[in-house]
């Protein structure tokens, strides 16, 4: 059940990654409040490739705020995470 609700976590940040790609207009709340607790799910398992890429969509969307990421970068962190998510979701 646990993995169920990261997994829903992980399509959250892919939409929120999807999102900002496409310009739509997010509060800077839920944008930081995503990065805590992405950033907070990451450390959980920093030594395995799911939680390094947990960081970097960390670092896409804390960036994301200050400048404009290219759209292809974000869409494909965004099918990564959501991919990820999906498979999550299977477990």
Do not use: N, R, Y
Not at 16 to 30: D, K, P, R, T, Y
Not at 63 to 68: A, E, P, R, Y
């Amino acid at each position: 059940m646990i993995v169920g609700l990261l997994g829903l976590f992980d399509l959250h940040v892919a939409v929120l990654l999807c999102a900002l790609g496409l310009g739509v207009e997010i509060s800077v709340c839920v944008i930081i409040a995503t990065a805590i607790l992405l950033f907070a799910k990451a450390c959980i398992s920093l030594t395995d490739i799911g939680g390094l890429q947990d960081v970097a969509a960390v670092i896409l969307i804390l960036l994301g705020i200050f400048i404009v990421i290219p759209q292809w970068l974000l869409f494909i962190a965004a099918a990564i995470i959501g991919f990820k998510g999906l498979s999550s979701l299977a477990a």
